[in-house]
């Protein structure tokens, strides 16, 4: 097994590369020179930001310092929009990120697992019409929608009508500077619980349409008949054996997800204004801030490599007849 | 192991982790707030990029640093188009008109404790550290980004900031001749000759006086470790999140403007009552960055902001869109309204470099004319902006000399004037447009100038005129225009300071792009009038000269404009104190809470 991910680590190195390559070469198309100095800058400004930017070099010096500063896990950089170190920023992104996504990958992945294997057992009759329905309904509507209704009937009205309503409208300044505020059970319930059953409607529809296909197939299975001719209960044949065998699919999807829990959810970080990885990035993007966009394209890659091979190796210890090779 | 061992070990180790991050969470900097005043504040936008007055240049950057440092000088909470000193004694002199500059600096001003003094203790502020503190301006390791400012003012400062780049290191202790040391606390600075917008220089947020050894000792880090004068000390910041500041036990006698000193109506509005008592009033005040309106209006809503600026989308829940009165409902709650004019400069520029539109022969401006006279501006503010934003003539906002009466300028092409657009087109040499090539327009992209651009597509197209908006995020259109490449381009312009100069020197030759000459016009007769106004103070004669100059601008039909903004705000009852303005940040320290009403 370690033969096998040392050799798709190694395959997945130009992968990397040039994932970065193609990111640092279209930054390069527009100038975040104007973007940092405004609308007043003088010729020398301008000259004098170029030269501190680095951008007067050669791109492909360019490129090879920030592969080197990579090799050498150096995040020391500072953002150009904020002055603070890329790696700071990186490192207290994460947190909040996780303390959103870690609850809705779980909760949501649960519930829909749960709702397919019902389905998939009631195929045609009305609870899974039901549960369909509903569960397009929740995709359909905009995530937006649900974060401006949410905000609004979520908390802003209860907290007129009820005193002590746990659900803030969004992070104020109290979460301070540690990026572990989030992790306080009342922060969490404050801050976190509306956008992370925000994000587990919206995500549901989807998980659920996906699996309920997964568990259909399964259940139409021949050893499900003869589990069933041999007297397991519906119960025993839903959570046990046929659960069991449908987690090839259910790891896929559930790997694809994770990186996800890092790089958090734009829409819903910006509205609640917390401080995650999502709103760091949209940040940075939308200043041209090239070393913080540079760094998370890095990570994000390797993110989604090492999931992608993770995914693989999962599949052989759920799946005796799947061999690494 | 049995399963109920495992089980609870399971347990036992997941309590440790809760209990432990608990126990982290809470102990990370534990104040008892309960015991404080503090004020919730927010801000719409991303918030400042550092809080190093000399990199600054944001509103934002500007409201975080007011809170720290100081200026020489401030503009009045009673009337923030008027200066008084803050740092000193008496407003500076000078016995020479105007060349010479006398200062004198309040005793035991003293900046924050701070580790990077000895023993932690703030040290008084001194001549040294205003000097110190206008040289990093001519550093080119700040980026030079408020040179501007200075430049070509001090005496001997453009030489020294020359002299100083080129050399290996930059030495602060080198003398400028413009600079000159009386004692600890008095000092003189000789200008090149006089400019008369010094003084406001001066009370511009990125002239704010720091100390050295705070700088030295940060280094890279200064940005976000301020060490100055003001009212708050710097608790956190989050960037783009949210800014907290304690109050500066040590901060200097600084009293709330006298009750005789407030007008009327400011009266009616209880902003009075605290006069003569020393500030700040509050222990603590904590700043949110909204970057969407939504959760900032219901915050305000739900009481825990002190005040908040009303978007455009929420204007209407506010306020009746006929008579502009709050609404009954806002009224019952004890909410009080406040609105300022801002010194706006909306326009849609050309580039007198473009071979279509640009130049200064009869057909060139006619055609610019043309298309000016097409455009109705009253028809844009009525459908965009519910009628609130003032549609006037000229480069010189509302409020300061040379604004015209009524807002209109006979030179003006003041559109929509459909038959005199035709009349001019063929004078251009494009009857009923007929051989005009499509105009390149170029915008920052929102939903908004979407809108607006289709609405002026339509309205050339009435004289044949084909309009093609493009639209860019800001910095690539702000990069269009700098290397010329815009034939047409629109976005505004807020003033630095209360004085039509600063609009002015918008279309002085030297500025030109990427400058804030972003036009390129030049004209020499208007750069020689401009150099003149520089030199000269508030009289009829430098009207006159302003009138002069924005009738140039308009008569060669620079821009299509302008528009000035009216800024609406909501203020909660229980915040006292409260006059909201855009044209300094210092008043913050003026604020106070009833607890009482606000419970």
Same mark, same amino acid.
């Given at each position: 097994? %370690? ?21 640092? !070469?279209?930054?390069? *198309? ?16 301008? $000259? ?8 007067? #070099? ?20 500072? &953002?150009?929009? #904020? ?81 002590? %309503? ?13 990026? %572990? ?20 409607? *919206? ?14 197939? $399964? ?45 958090? &959810? ?6 609640? &204004? ?24 890095? !990570? ?21 007849? *799947?061999?690494?090779? | ?40 504040? @927010? ?48 407003? @500076? ?46 550093? +080119? ?69 720091? +100390? =050295?050894? +705070? ?17 708050? /000390? ?97 009224? =019952? ?37 043309? /298309? ?22 000229? @480069? ?7 604004? @015209? ?34 105009? =390149? ?36 259109? /702000? ?121």
């Amino acid at each position: 097994m %370690w033969t096998y991910i040392v050799r798709r680590t190694l395959y997945n190195i130009p992968v990397f590369l040039s994932i970065i390559f193609v990111v640092m !070469l279209a930054l390069r *198309v527009n100038d975040p020179v104007s973007a940092q100095l405004g609308k007043n800058a003088s010729q020398q400004q301008i $000259e004098l930001l170029t030269e501190e930017m680095g951008l007067n #070099q050669p791109f492909l010096e360019q490129y090879g310092r920030f592969i080197w500063k990579l090799v050498r896990l150096d995040f020391d950089e500072r &953002s150009w929009d #904020q002055g603070f170190p890329v790696g700071e920023m990186i490192l207290n992104a994460i947190p909040p990120s996780m303390a959103v996504t870690i609850p809705t990958l779980t909760i949501t992945a649960s519930i829909a697992i749960c709702v397919g294997l019902i389905s998939a057992f009631n195929r045609g009759r009305v609870i899974d019409k039901t549960l369909m329905f509903v569960a397009v309904i929740g995709m359909s509507i905009s995530v937006l929608v649900y974060i401006i209704i949410g905000q609004y009937w979520g908390a802003f009205l209860p907290s007129q009508k009820v005193d002590g %309503w746990p659900f803030q409208i969004s992070v104020d300044a109290s979460a301070g500077e540690t990026p %572990w505020f989030f992790f306080n059970p009342a922060n969490w319930v404050a801050f976190c619980m509306l956008p992370v059953m925000i994000n587990v409607t *919206v995500a549901l529809g989807y998980d659920t349409r996906f699996y309920r296909a997964v568990m259909v197939e $399964e259940s139409q299975r021949d050893y499900i008949r003869t589990a069933r001719a041999k007297g397991a209960s519906i119960k025993r044949v839903m959570f046990v054996h046929m659960l069991k065998n449908a987690m090839i699919p259910i790891i896929t999807r559930i790997m694809i997800s994770l990186p996800f829990i890092i790089t958090g &959810s734009i829409l819903i970080e910006v509205y609640f &204004s917390i401080p995650g990885m999502g709103r760091t990035l949209i940040n940075a993007i939308n200043a041209k801030d090239f070393p913080v966009i540079q760094a998370f394209t890095a !990570l994000f890659s390797a993110l989604f490599i090492a999931s992608n091979i993770l995914t693989d190796v999962l599949y052989a210890l759920a799946d005796p007849r *799947v061999r690494l090779s | 192991m049995s399963i109920w061992t495992r089980t609870r070990i399971s347990l036992t180790i997941a309590a440790a982790v809760v209990g432990a991050l608990t126990l982290q969470t809470q102990g990370a900097g534990v104040v008892d707030k309960d015991d404080l005043k503090v004020i919730q504040l @927010p801000i719409l936008t991303d918030g400042p990029k550092s809080l190093d007055p000399v990199e600054g240049s944001t509103t934002y950057d500007n409201m975080a640093c007011a809170q720290f440092y100081e200026t020489l000088l401030t503009n009045k909470y009673t009337n923030p188009m008027e200066m008084e000193p803050l740092l000193l004694t008496e407003m @500076p002199t000078s016995s020479d008109g105007g060349t010479t500059w006398h200062f004198k600096l309040k005793p035991d001003v003293y900046f924050h404790d701070n580790e990077c003094f000895p023993g932690g203790k703030g040290r008084a502020i001194t001549a040294d550290d205003v000097f110190y503190s206008l040289k990093r301006l001519a550093d +080119a390791q700040h980026k030079l980004e408020n040179w501007w400012l200075l430049d070509g003012t001090i005496l001997g400062f453009n030489q020294y900031k020359d002299e100083q780049n080129a050399a290996d290191r930059f030495d602060y202790d080198a003398p400028v001749e413009g600079f000159r040391k009386i004692n600890d606390l008095e000092f003189e600075i000789v200008l090149e000759k006089p400019v008369y917008r010094f003084l406001y220089v001066l009370s511009m947020f990125q002239t704010s006086i720091v +100390a =050295r050894e +705070a700088v030295e000792f940060y280094g890279d880090d200064f940005s976000r470790n301020p060490v100055g004068t003001g009212p708050f /000390i710097l608790d956190t910041w989050v960037p783009k999140q949210s800014l907290t500041a304690n109050r500066n036990p040590n901060y200097h006698p600084v009293f709330y403007p006298e009750r005789s000193e407030w007008s009327k109506a400011d009266k009616r509005n209880r902003l009075h009552r605290a006069g003569g008592k020393q500030v700040p009033f509050v222990d603590r005040v904590e700043f949110t960055m909204f970057a969407e309106p939504q959760p900032m209006w219901l915050e305000f809503s739900k009481g825990k902001l002190g005040y908040t600026q009303v978007p455009e989308e929420y204007f209407t829940e506010a306020f009746d869109l006929a008579s502009r009165e709050l609404k009954e409902d806002w009224l =019952r709650k004890g909410v009080r309204p406040h609105s300022n004019m801002l010194l706006d400069f909306t326009f849609r520029g050309f580039n007198m470099e473009d071979e279509l539109l640009g130049g200064y022969t009869p057909e060139k401006i006619a055609l610019r004319r043309a /298309i000016s006279y097409a455009i109705d501006l009253e028809e844009i503010n009525k459908t965009f902006y519910n009628g609130r934003r003032i549609v006037y003539d000229g @480069p010189i906002p509302p409020g300061l000399d040379g604004h @015209p009466e009524n807002h209109r300028a006979e030179a003006a092409a003041r559109g929509p004037n459909l038959s005199k657009a035709q009349e001019l087109l063929a004078l251009a040499g494009y009857p009923n447009g007929e051989g005009l090539p499509p105009i =390149r327009f170029v915008s920052s992209q929102t939903t908004l100038n979407n809108a607006v651009g289709e609405m002026v597509k339509r309205q050339l197209a009435e004289v044949n005129i084909k309009f093609e908006p493009v639209y860019f995020d800001f910095s690539t259109m /702000i990069e269009n225009v700098n290397k010329k490449k815009a034939p047409m381009f629109g976005f505004a312009w807020a003033s630095d300071y209360p004085d039509a100069e600063n609009n002015l020197a918008l279309f002085y030759g030297p500025n030109e792009s990427p400058g804030s000459n972003h036009y390129n016009y030049k004209r020499p007769e208007y750069d020689a009038l401009y150099e003149k106004i520089l030199t000269m103070g508030p009289s009829d004669e430098r009207t006159a000269i302003y009138e002069q100059m924005r009738d140039m601008v308009l008569e060669d039909c620079v821009y299509v404009g302008g528009m000035a903004r009216e800024r609406f705000y909501l203020i909660n009852p229980w915040l006292r104190n409260c006059k909201p303005t855009e044209r300094y940040y210092g008043w913050f320290k003026f604020l106070d809470v009833d607890e009482e009403a606000r419970d």
